[in-house]
Every structure is written in C-alpha cells, then in structure tokens.
C-alpha cells in the first residue's frame, strides 16, 4: 500500500492548509485512518484520528478547534483542514491507516502499520 501525502506548504500565522493523504494498493474504508506530525527535535505524536465510518474523530489538545480531520472512502482519501494555524503547529506530517480499530490503537504511532511520505507546513511570517 501507498499513502500519498499533500498540502503542505508555507502559511502565515491564522493562516489555513488543507492535507490529503490518497491510499493506492490497499482499500482502507474499513481502516482507523489518522494524522501525526514531528517537528524537529520532538516525537511524533497523533494530531487527530478518525474511525473507518468517520463518525468518531479525536482530536490532540494542542488542535482542538483549529483543524478537522474528515474522510472519503469512495475516493480512498483522508484529509486534514487545518485553520488557524500557528509557529507551534511547524512540523512534518503523515498520514497512517491500519485495520486495527480506533480503540486498539490509540495514539502509539509505533500501532499503525502503513504510513505516507509526510508533507511539511511551516507556519512562520
């Protein structure tokens, strides 16, 4: 399976950037489907999560309100809108899907088994 990672870019702080992240190889409607990111110097930890109907989303504290994560399975497509964006949100981000279910995963990015490429957002003026 592959992930193909989009939308990054340079933005101005209160600015906004929408990812896609499109799975080609594998069908992933049935799979838990989320984002991450690591700046530099830091870990990689889970941005948001979405269950594989999309009903249930989850969100880290540092975004909540600011971005939402939303799903398209006929396209095999997983997105991020990101609104507001600010210095702290800089960071290369991926997308990851695994057939394990959102309560199984959690947030341990070491969980999910298939992973994109990563986009860069850098939020600077």
């Known amino acids: 399976v592959q992930l193909q990672a989009s939308g990054g870019g340079l933005v101005q702080p209160g600015g906004s950037l929408r990812l896609s992240c499109t799975a080609s190889?594998?069908?992933?409607?049935?799979?838990?489907m989320a984002w991450f990111r690591q700046a530099p110097g830091k870990e990689r930890e889970r941005v948001a999560a979405?269950?594989?109907?999309?009903?249930?989303?989850n969100y880290a504290a540092s975004v909540e309100g600011r971005f939402t994560i939303s799903r398209d399975n006929a396209k095999n497509t997983l997105y991020l809108q990101m609104n507001n964006l600010q210095s702290e949100d800089t960071a290369v981000y991926y997308c990851?899907?695994?057939?394990?279910?959102?309560?199984?995963?959690?947030?341990?990015?070491?969980?999910?088994?298939?992973w994109g490429q990563g986009t860069l957002v850098t939020v600077s003026s």
């Open positions: 979405i269950n594989s109907s999309g009903h249930i989303k």
């Open positions: 190889g594998r069908i992933v409607r049935t799979d838990t």
């Open positions: 990851a899907t695994d057939p394990k279910s959102y309560v199984r995963l959690g947030p341990n990015p070491q969980r999910y088994a298939y």
